[in-house]
């Protein structure tokens, strides 16, 4: 069984969403030095129930008022992203970004399902470049 590994927050001001996720929840943020704007959130201690995540400036404009929802992306742990790469449009879905390396952490891929959603799904792989 497949479990969410990761979530994401796309950010038009992510200074501003920090503040603000800080301040209702309490969840820490560190700058990554990863090679790209991106922030880990720590969500609560090690080893209690839930999910950190990460935040990235958004690269287009934001959802429109009234809008469907379209907030997180939530990124899934899978043994391999090629078997889901070749899996999903045969399920009715789309591949929107191709697998790409993480350095250091592993593979990940963006999908859309049927409706639409978009969310990621990466294999951990500590050699990945």
Known sequence: MSRPMHFEVHA???????RFYEQLFGWSFTKWEGGMEYWLITTGAEGTPGINGGMVRRK???????????????TIGVASVDDLVR???????QIALPKMPVPGMGWLAYARDTEGNLFGFMQPDPAAR
């Open 60 to 74: 287009g404009p934001a959802p429109g008022d009234q809008a469907a929802v379209n907030a997180f992306v939530c």
């Open 12 to 18: 038009e001001n992510p200074e501003r969403a920090i």
């Open 87 to 93: 899996r999903i449009p045969a399920g009715g879905g």
